[in-house]
């Protein structure tokens, strides 16, 4: 895949293998951009990432497999994927901590770029009171992404209603790779908390992780178009 950074990057989300490269072949022209996850790296391996890159080679890549263990393994795991696959965007989680964050971002080949998760979004304050954590989570999370550059890496996995917040306190440049993207905010799946693509683009994302409006639309290259037309 090419070391391109472009703004829409589409989750594919599925076991089915033709399926994906039928998405990825329709797609990846339109938004430029590719996720591949967690069920389709366990459905379908090395090798399906190989038929995806062989399906769209213009394309760039996101291997979100949201690593966390220590740092020597994580190293060991970024290393083997960033130098088979060279995606653009790969990611851990924040909560592995700096020395393992570190270990990630040394891991990866020149132009490969680490992302962290610092919270996930399906956590509420709840969740995280039951797992131990005191602090409010906007605070929580903004001290993830502090900690997430300090490693050196390029920017985080959050969701919209943390942008403002972490744009303010992550400068300009830090990435912020949003999912949890509905065209209109009614359709929103099972995602809690949805917001627009303009209105995220406004408060500062710098991409948008996209994967249900487009891959379960009658013509999935339209509806890239079409949100890609939105902002
Ligand atoms: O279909 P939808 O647009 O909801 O897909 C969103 C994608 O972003 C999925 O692949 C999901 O796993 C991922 N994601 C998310 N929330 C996070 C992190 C990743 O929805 N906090």
Do not use: W
Request: aromatic share 4%; proline share 6%.
């Amino acid at each position: 895949m090419m070391l391109l950074d472009p703004r829409i990057f589409c989750a594919i989300d599925t076991d089915d293998l033709d399926r994906a490269l039928q998405l990825v072949r329709g797609i990846a022209p339109v938004t430029g951009g590719v996720k591949l996850g967690m069920e389709f790296f366990n459905s379908h391996g090395p090798q399906g990432v190989d038929k995806v890159i062989h399906e769209a080679p213009e394309a760039a890549l996101f291997i979100d497999l949201k690593f966390h263990d220590i740092p020597n393994t994580v190293a060991g795991a970024i290393r083997t994927l960033s130098k088979r696959f060279r995606p653009t965007y790969i990611n851990v989680h924040a909560s592995g901590g700096l020395d393992m964050m570190k270990a990630a971002k040394d891991a990866c080949d020149p132009g490969v770029k680490l992302l962290a998760v610092t919270m996930l979004t399906s956590l509420d304050e709840r969740c995280l009171h039951d797992i131990g954590y005191q602090e409010g989570l906007s605070d929580r999370v903004a001290q993830m992404a502090l900690l997430a550059q300090e490693a050196g890496a390029a920017g985080v996995v959050c969701s919209s209603h943390e942008i403002q917040t972490l744009r303010a306190t992550c400068g300009p440049e830090f990435v912020l790779m949003v999912p949890g993207i509905r065209p209109l905010e009614a359709e929103r799946n099972d995602q809690k908390r949805v917001m627009t693509p303009q209105r995220a683009i406004e408060l500062g994302a710098s991409h948008l992780v996209i994967g249900r409006p487009i891959t379960q639309a009658d013509n999935p290259a339209e509806a890239a178009k079409a949100l890609l037309n939105s902002f």
